[in-house]
């Protein structure tokens, strides 16, 4: 009990210094379990990152302001003869380390997915257009599928958050890994920043529970430290990690061309990017200021910039980064000895809370703002960076929203279209609709096949053209 005073004495004073004594105003109503819960979470709370929290919402307005951003080079898809070419060599690389068990597989699921509005974590999504697969299911498979062909197990390491690790490893337990060696996963736990409201105060989540979110995607490498992950790679063989995200079923994981065009170009961190839609798709955009390589987010850029065109019409940041990466793992070791930083970004959000009442509020109004870092800001680090074109159908469908674009139904669109393409090449004609995407719901598992190639030799025969076509 002395022992409780004592700590609620020293966290009394130091949040009033910074004028956030508030949180304590239910400390009387709490019992003892809630308060030793509640000054175990305030013990952990770094003073110095909420006072730079309070710093950067103040400096937000000027926070983006920029040099002149120059696109980054990338690599084209191939089109000339000698450019098929490389890209046939870069495969042959890409496919050598993955024979020699030097790529491993690294995957962001800690997101809230708030947009999506999906009760559970978003890996637990299903997409499957016949089936309701799910995200993780669909990933998982394509990396057995993988295993099989290159004969080596390949590490998978999942982050995950506070809010949805509990859930996933029960879920990966309950589907037995779906199959996958189950030692071969490693499920790690990405850290947590406070939230503030608009007075730039704490808020909190319960009385004896002060409101935090995951610190981002960027919030990995801090994860990767922590958890000694670049320890468990090197005694695996690791060399290269193969980075993805969990929203999108369609990542062609461990393209082979990226891997090895990744070695060729000696880069440290290399980036997928698509042609966008058109000047308004929410896509980062990687650039050059002063020669440092950035990605500058959507909202970031000025509508000039945005729909400024070259002489040939296309436009000027005519690539968007699709979050897909790859990095050496020497890049890693030699930030982790360097004690680098990544910056913090201030996002505004509606975040629920207990009010002076003790009542459990839920805003309709962005009434505060949470601090992400972003995987992205690491290529500012970078010596070498590689940046690859990819084509959106075989990459590329990610579900962010509930309706409409980049949600649910356009990602089973995709993968529907992409499959039919495989079955045309193996000579079935599958119905249109008008606006040339199938008119019907097709899933391929990927323990089946997962790529055109292997469709081919396979040669599903006798496949009926019904309204759904599963083949398993
Ligand atoms: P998004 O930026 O799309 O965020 O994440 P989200 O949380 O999934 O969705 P919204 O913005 O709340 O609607 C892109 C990827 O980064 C991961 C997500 O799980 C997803 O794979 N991520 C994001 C994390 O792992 N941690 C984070 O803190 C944020």
């Given amino acids: 009990m002395t022992g409780e005073v004592e700590r609620l004495n020293v966290l009394l004073k130091n949040f009033e210094n910074i004028g956030q004594k508030n949180i304590f105003r239910f400390w009387d109503e709490l019992d003892e379990q809630k308060r030793s819960l509640f000054l175990d979470q305030l013990e952990q709370l770094e003073m110095d990152k909420l006072e730079k929290f309070q710093k950067l919402i103040k400096e937000k307005a000027s926070q983006y302001e920029f040099g002149t951003l120059v696109p980054f080079d990338v690599i084209p898809l191939p089109q000339k003869k000698i450019e098929h070419q490389r890209y046939k060599n870069a495969i042959g690389i890409g496919e050598k380390l993955l024979r020699n068990g030097q790529v491993a597989i690294l995957l962001v699921a800690g997101g809230q997915g708030s947009r999506l509005g999906f009760d559970g974590p978003k890996g637990?999504?299903?997409?499957?257009?016949?089936?309701?697969?799910?995200?993780?299911?669909?990933?998982?498979?394509?990396?057995i599928a993988l295993e099989k062909r290159y004969g080596h197990i390949i590490p998978f390491y999942i982050m995950t958050s506070e809010t949805n690790h509990r859930q996933t490893l029960d879920f990966f337990q309950e589907k037995k890994y779906f199959g996958k060696k189950p030692e071969s996963?490693?499920?790690?736990?990405?850290?947590?920043?406070?939230?503030?409201?608009?007075?730039?105060?704490?808020?909190?989540?319960?009385?004896?529970?002060?409101?935090?979110?995951?610190?981002?995607?960027?919030?990995?490498?801090?994860?990767?430290?922590?958890?000694?992950?670049?320890?468990?790679?090197?005694?695996k063989g690791v060399e290269y990690i193969f980075y993805f995200q969990v929203d999108n079923p369609l990542c062609h994981i461990c393209d082979p061309a990226f891997l090895g065009y990744h070695v060729i170009h000696q880069s440290e961190m290399s980036a997928k990017t698509v042609k966008k839609r058109d000047s308004e798709e929410k896509l980062g955009n990687i650039g050059t200021i002063d020669g440092k390589v950035v990605t500058i987010e959507y909202s970031e850029l000025s509508p000039d910039e945005k729909t400024a065109t070259r002489e040939d019409g296309r436009l000027v940041f005519e690539q968007g980064s699709i979050a897909i990466h790859v990095f050496s793992r020497s890049f890693w070791e030699r930030l982790f000895a360097s004690g680098f930083e990544l910056p913090y970004h201030v996002a505004e959000k509606s975040i629920p809370f207990i009010d002076e009442n003790g009542k459990r509020v839920i805003p309709k109004d962005k009434n505060g703002y949470k601090f992400e870092q972003f995987i992205f800001d690491a290529f500012s680090y970078a010596n070498k960076v590689m940046v690859l074109e990819t084509k959106r159908e075989k990459?590329?469908?990610?579900?962010?929203?509930?309706?409409?674009?980049?949600?649910?139904?356009?990602?089973?669109?995709?993968?529907?279209?992409?499959?039919?393409?495989?079955?045309?090449?193996?000579?079935?004609?599958?119905?249109?609709?008008?606006s040339g995407d199938v008119a019907i719901h097709i899933e391929i598992s990927p323990l089946y096949a997962d790529n055109m190639n292997v469709l081919m030799n396979k040669q599903p025969k006798n496949l009926k053209i019904n309204h759904n076509i599963l083949i398993e």
């Avoid at 909190?204 to 320890?231: E, F, R, T």
Wanted: glycine content about 8%.
């Fill in 185 to 235: 996963f490693l499920f790690f736990n990405q850290g947590v920043n406070p939230a503030l409201d608009k007075n730039h105060k704490l808020l909190l989540a319960q009385k004896w529970q002060i409101s935090v979110a995951p610190d981002g995607h960027g919030g990995l490498l801090q994860a990767v430290l922590k958890n000694k992950i670049i320890q468990d790679m090197k005694q």
């Fill in 395 to 434: 990459d590329f469908s990610p579900i962010k929203n509930k309706n409409g674009l980049d949600s649910p139904e356009t990602a089973r669109r995709d993968l529907s279209n992409l499959y039919a393409s495989w079955l045309v090449k193996a000579g079935y004609n599958i119905p249109r609709k008008n």
């Fill in 124 to 143: 637990t999504f299903p997409v499957g257009p016949v089936t309701g697969r799910t995200l993780f299911q669909c990933h998982v498979e394509k990396v």
